[in-house]
């Protein structure tokens, strides 16, 4: 099974509507990131969590953490086309061995009609 | 900003055929990782690098080899590529404790 589970797997919206993305973790989690991937590219860093109940923004784009540290939501508001692509959670588990290797959630593809 | 750069986005090769494919970052990070991602399968990470000269296997290392002589390059090799190696290869650098930053990408096809 998965160890970062991303929820919906996909999601078309419409252009202007709001939007959220999860991501869970079955384990406390050292620190949370999120990346945005375009189709046949590379990733590319938006955020980084690291406090339970941390909450940071980027132009439309929020992501919170849990107090817990084990559940982060990505929340875009007023989607635009540019959202479009595929969004991943990534993690370092707390207890892990070296904190060196992230574990991955397998993406949610993210459509915006206009 | 950080950059990190792969040597090729788009590579074809023969099966059979020694494959080289080389990242490089200039943030000075101690850390590197090679990674393939598949369809429905998401990324999963071959091999990481925690300084020169060192590595440590990932989750699917079989078939693959890496090299780092010097702390900004890390190297993936296929020794003998297969069909099954057709994939997204995707490299990335970091600080301990941190998140990677990744590079575009090279879309391998072994035919």
């Known amino acids: 099974s998965q160890e970062l589970e991303q929820s919906p797997q996909s999601l078309i919206v419409q252009e202007g509507k709001n939007l959220t993305i999860n991501c869970t973790s079955s384990?406390?989690?050292?620190?949370l990131y999120w990346y945005k991937q375009k189709y046949g590219e590379g990733l590319i860093f938006l955020m980084m969590?690291?406090?339970g109940g941390e909450e940071k923004s980027h132009e439309k784009i929020t992501a919170k953490l849990d107090e817990k540290k084990q559940q982060s939501s990505l929340h875009i508001t007023a989607s635009q086309p540019s959202h479009a692509g595929i969004y991943l959670c990534g993690a370092v588990p707390f207890n892990a061995g070296n904190n060196r290797k992230l574990i991955w959630g397998l993406g949610t593809s993210l459509a915006v009609n206009p | 900003d950080v950059k990190v750069t792969q040597s090729s986005r788009y590579l074809v090769k023969r099966t059979g055929e020694k494959v080289f494919l080389e990242c490089v970052q200039d943030?000075?990070?101690?850390?590197m990782f090679w990674y393939r991602q598949d369809p429905g399968l998401g990324l999963r990470l071959i091999y990481f690098?925690?300084?020169?000269?060192?590595?440590e296997k990932g989750d699917i290392p079989e078939g693959y080899s890496v090299s780092r002589e010097k702390k900004e390059r890390f190297s993936l090799i296929l020794e003998s590529a297969s069909t099954n190696q057709t994939s997204m290869y995707l490299c990335a650098s970091s600080y301990t404790g941190t998140g990677g930053y990744f590079g575009p990408g090279t879309r391998l096809t072994v035919t």
């Open positions: 384990k406390t989690l050292y620190g």
């Open positions: 969590l690291q406090k």
């Open positions: 943030m000075d990070h101690e850390n």
């Open positions: 690098s925690y300084d020169v000269k060192m590595k």
